[in-house]
């Protein structure tokens, strides 16, 4: 399916995978990610991440954001897997992953825009939900009231492509519903 929204270009795939599959991939992913709690600079002070991270690439496919520098981990060969899937899906070649861990609703992400240097200027995000279905937001990065909700269920995939980063910011906002661990893939490629 193709949300819409003005000046994105979004596909999603709700149950891109089957519960079998997505289940054992979770808890694969789960054990095998060394996941730590990166500090983040805001307005000027360090506060810890509110959730887990691991950056995983190619040799040498390092990211900044946040005011830190990631070199990224090593392939599992189930990340490899996925990431061979993902790109036959999206139509595009990815080198690296962002694996973040949302242990429960307090964990979130704030607003913001995948849009660093080392993306280029039209990056394409492959997102990969599993686990608890969140709800994922984005509004436009001019003031409009161009916005959009989407939830997220357990296997789904969402390709973001074009301008999509350049015209909107997104969040995944804290939820007191959600009571169970979320782990998002975000696959990109550094230029």
């Not at 496919?61 to 599992?76: C, D, I, K, L, N």
Request: charged share 25%.
């Amino acid at each position: 399916m193709h949300p819409s929204l003005p000046g994105a270009e979004l596909t999603l795939w709700p149950h891109w995978l089957e519960a079998g599959e997505a289940d054992p991939l979770l808890h694969r992913l789960q054990a095998d990610i060394p996941f730590t709690q990166h500090r983040l600079r805001l307005f000027g002070r360090e506060v810890d991440a509110p959730r887990l991270s691991c950056w995983v690439g190619d040799p040498g496919a390092s990211y900044r954001y946040s005011g830190a520098r990631f070199a990224p981990q090593p392939w599992t060969p189930a990340l490899s897997a996925l990431r061979e899937r993902v790109q036959v899906a999206c139509a595009a070649t990815f080198n690296s992953v962002l694996v973040n861990l949302y242990r429960d609703g307090d964990d979130a992400m704030g607003w913001h825009s995948d849009d660093e240097p080392e993306l280029g200027p039209d990056p394409i995000i492959a997102s990969v939900s599993l686990g608890a279905q969140r709800r994922f937001r984005l509004r436009a990065r001019d003031g409009s009231d161009a916005k959009l909700d989407l939830d997220l269920p357990h296997g789904s995939l969402l390709c973001m492509a074009g301008a999509t980063q350049r015209r909107y910011r997104h969040a995944l906002p804290r939820s007191r519903r959600v009571t169970q661990a979320r782990l998002n893939l975000t696959f990109r490629r550094i230029v």
